[in-house]
């Protein structure tokens, strides 16, 4: 499913699905019929379903918020009090995300035509009036009408949206659409009260608090710096099997910083309760104290099994000076990771090499079988190097090494049409400088600062001037929706089944919205046919033969320079929690905590 925008990354987790046609109401909407859960489950694996209730939750965002409406292009709001404050018709939980269980629906039935959502006759908004199914309507429209412009194009398969009765909406899907995640898709929609929007308008900022409907409510807060939310005890699906084991806070705060550095203090002061930890040198460093040496601070790694976070460098394909590969190759090969890794990391992570990292659907090695026929399709289009040369990231262990590929770098330039004239990389017929700007927020500290500066030295080895800016968290918001940017530090969550995303993140039409995730402006006439057909894919192995097809088209375009990630959520928090004992990898979850002791 879609996921909000928060300050630091671009958020995004979609399960695929291959939906068997139903004709009778399930309970569950299942990737190829199969569930982890039955259809009388009493609650998800991975939670206390006899936590108790009480206590409070501090927890920090970056940057800041003018808004309470993260579903719309203009301003900055908090994707997770969205998350908090509204249900969705469906839960998709951690352990098994290509299935979706009830929540505000309470049974689901659909053919290739349609879905229909059954309304559970409990749901109720905050103020106890009844979901209906208008609600589900105005959501639905409104987020077309006047939600952030990439919503149109995520529902572009769907009709349009019926009350076939109080408890009962028809989807219709667009004659022709091939796209087999479509239930799995709307059941995800977050459901709004239509009366709330009334007398306001939907696609303007606002700090009106909103009436919700999810598990909690807005209770205060000052623009900027934080918000407290305080649970719903009259929530009315507190006891669902979907819901039991959650949202134990009486309360939880959120407190905005703009870098995660200060954070670590804000811990240690005890003016926050948890932080993760996204710096390895920090991780490894400075948890040395009698906090953490005492137990009062906690440490720990939690296994996650999620795909890599594609955490890249993107290149602005918009920008003249990169739509040459050979330039955006000669890019990637002057980023030494072995360095940073070395270095700086405390040898922490693991190099990116896909599009897909971690989730089985990498191309690695050279096509075979089904995915080399699928690409056999798109040979006259396709660099002969797919079908001839594995990808691999370049190698930079050994000064040797790093020499060797900067040697390469400087002969791919030459190549794009440039030539190092006294120290600088200079385009041969303008006598232009080659120079380019390289943007992150200041929720990432001097992270990248460190790792910058090696990698702006080895550009200048080969005539490149390279600068780096750390922006204000909204300032780089602004940027990026506006793609005003040579090259920006940029974090994906990739679905471990990919799928309709993939028109957001690299389809051509995208590249041209402003505030899309098509953050590089990709456009490619492959790219975008195998997006469809992995979309429309009926059989599990001709959807993996897509991705990996598609991967190796991305790959050999070199249009990110891909970084590194980690099997593990960092955390510290304060030892006043308890946490579910899990038999499986589920990650950081932190709304399935709860407090030890209650005041």
Not at 396 to 401: D, G, M, V
Not at 479 to 493: C, G, N, T
Not at 509 to 535: M, P, Q, R, W
């Amino acid at each position: 499913m879609l996921k909000i925008k928060n300050k630091i990354c671009i958020i995004l987790i979609l399960s695929f699905v291959c939906i068997t046609q139903a004709f009778a109401e399930e309970k569950k909407i299942a990737l190829y019929g199969q569930a982890k859960y039955d259809d009388d489950f009493a609650h998800f694996s991975y939670v206390n379903a006899d936590a108790k209730k009480g206590g409070r939750l501090v927890m920090p965002e970056y940057g800041g918020f003018d808004n309470f409406n993260p579903f719309i292009f203009k301003g900055s709001a908090s994707g997770t009090v969205a998350d908090l404050i509204w249900d969705s018709l469906g839960v998709t939980p951690t352990d098994d995300i290509g299935v979706v269980y009830p929540l505000i629906a309470k049974a689901f039935e659909w053919d290739e035509t349609h879905i229909d959502f059954i309304l559970d006759e409990r749901a109720q908004f905050a103020d106890g009036s009844k979901v209906t199914a208008d609600d589900v309507i105005f959501s639905f429209d409104v987020l077309i009408n006047k939600g952030a412009p990439i919503y149109r194009a995520y529902y572009g398969d769907v009709e349009k949206a019926e009350k076939i009765s109080e408890n009962r909406v028809r989807f219709y899907f667009r004659e022709g659409a091939k796209n087999k995640e479509l239930p799995l898709i709307l059941a995800q929609l977050k459901i709004f009260p239509k009366k709330d929007w009334i007398s306001r308008e939907f696609d303007k900022p606002s700090l009106q608090i909103p009436l919700g409907g999810g598990p909690y409510k807005i209770k205060n807060f000052q623009a900027g710096k934080y918000i407290v939310l305080e649970r719903d005890k009259n929530y009315w699906a507190k006891d669902l099997p979907s819901r039991k084991g959650f949202f134990n806070f009486d309360e939880i705060r959120i407190d905005y910083y703009q870098d995660t550095t200060v954070t670590l203090q804000a811990l240690f002061a005890g003016n926050i309760d948890v932080r993760e930890e996204y710096i390895a040198k920090i991780w490894a460093t400075a948890y040395d104290n009698d906090l953490v040496k005492s137990g009062k601070v906690i440490k720990k790694a939690f296994e996650h099994k999620n795909p890599a976070v594609l955490q890249h460098f993107a290149i602005n394909l918009r920008k003249d000076k990169f739509k040459n590969k050979n330039i955006r190759r000669a890019l990637d090969l002057a980023f030494n990771f072995d360095f940073a890794n070395e270095k700086l990391f405390y040898r922490a992570y693991n190099r990116l090499y896909s599009y897909f990292t971690n989730t089985g659907f990498e191309a690695t090695g050279l096509p075979t079988g089904l995915e080399k026929e699928i690409l056999e399709q798109y040979r006259d289009k396709l660099d002969e190097s797919v079908f001839t040369t594995p990808f691999s990231l370049p190698d930079n262990a050994s000064p040797e090494k790093l020499r060797a590929n900067l040697k390469e770098a400087v002969n791919l330039f030459k190549k794009a049409g440039y030539e190092v004239i006294n120290g600088k990389m200079r385009n041969v017929e303008t006598g232009e400088p080659f120079e380019f700007e390289i943007l992150s927020n200041s929720a990432n500290g001097t992270t990248f600062t460190r790792v910058m500066l090696p990698y702006i030295h080895n550009l200048e080895k080969i005539g490149v001037k390279a600068t780096f800016r750390n922006l204000e968290v909204n300032v780089f918001k602004n940027r990026m929706d506006h793609f005003d940017f040579d090259v920006a530090i940029m974090s994906y969550r990739i679905s471990a089944m990919p799928g309709n995303e993939l028109k957001e993140m690299y389809g051509s039409k995208a590249a041209d919205i402003n505030g899309s995730y098509n953050i590089a402006g990709i456009k490619n006439e492959v790219v975008d046919d195998l997006i469809n057909h992995i979309v429309a894919a009926d059989k599990k192995e001709e959807y993996a033969a897509y991705i990996k097809a598609l991967d190796r088209v991305l790959l050999s375009e070199y249009y990110v320079v891909f970084q590194w990630y980690s099997p593990y959520n960092r955390v510290g928090y304060l030892n006043k929690f308890g946490i579910p004992e899990v038999t499986e990898p589920v990650g950081f979850q932190p709304l399935t905590w709860w407090a030890k002791e209650v005041k």
